[in-house]
């Protein structure tokens, strides 16, 4: 038996990882990354190999880490979790910090940063893990909480992209559960579920100009599932 549920029990935050320069910078929503050492500190930051930003870490040899607060904005999680760096310029319009090693750092809806030079490359399948001796670090605004996963499923109700190495299929999800009366409408950008029953309001009820939390896609384009 594999309850897809379970995977939820582990802990993570949420994070934008960034590399490229200021000629081309990109980044990604990450929730796997992590301190690895403390002596020199070490991070790693796991990220699928379809991904443009994966190619630039590759290429520049060095990531930058934005720890995300809470109340960060759907327009950063739409931007950098369900968008392609390929198509659009993710930095466009925010304030972005150029570090040492010269990858671009978020910070926009920020609360900290770390510069990290890549030291090992580890291939595992789908993803790299890019592991990076950190030569820079600094608190942007100490009055927040950090974003984890389990704070933008549970209150945000937001969803992994396809391409997160924590990414479920929300349709296995909605297979599994129970049937009942309300009704569940999914965005078709980001894979989010408005559900009636959580929510106890009706999708029809919700105002014209609603859209998604997570990634601000406009009610209209909802599906229903």
Not at 15 to 23: A, E, F, H, L, P
Not at 78 to 96: A, C, H, P
Not at 187 to 211: A, R
């Amino acid at each position: 038996m594999l309850d897809l549920k379970a995977f939820y029990k582990i802990s993570y935050g949420l994070y934008i990882v960034c590399s490229g320069d200021k000629v081309r910078g990109n980044g990604f929503i990450s929730n796997t990354v992590f301190q690895v050492t403390s002596d020199p500190p070490r991070f790693a930051a796991c990220c699928n190999k379809n991904n443009f930003t994966a190619e630039l870490i590759r290429k520049k040899s060095a990531f930058s880490v934005s720890v995300l607060h809470q109340d960060c904005s759907p327009d950063i999680i739409g931007r950098f979790g369900f968008k392609s760096g390929r198509d659009i310029d993710k930095m466009e319009g925010l304030s972005v910090l150029y570090c040492e090693s010269g990858v671009p750092v978020v910070l926009d809806d920020s609360i900290a940063y770390f510069d990290c030079r890549v030291e090992q490359i580890v291939d595992a399948g789908t993803h790299f893990i890019f592991i990076g001796i950190v030569g820079s670090s600094e608190i942007i605004d100490d009055s927040k909480d950090p974003l984890t996963y389990l704070y933008y499923r549970q209150k945000r109700h937001g969803v992994a992209p396809k391409n997160a190495p924590t990414y479920i299929d929300p349709e296995k999800l909605i297979a599994a559960a129970p049937v009942d009366v309300y009704s569940k409408f999914r965005c078709p950008v980001c894979g989010y579920v408005y559900d009636e029953e959580e929510q106890e309001v009706k999708f029809s009820d919700l105002p014209d100009n609603w859209i998604c939390p997570v990634c601000g896609e406009a009610k209209a384009e909802f599906i229903k599932v």
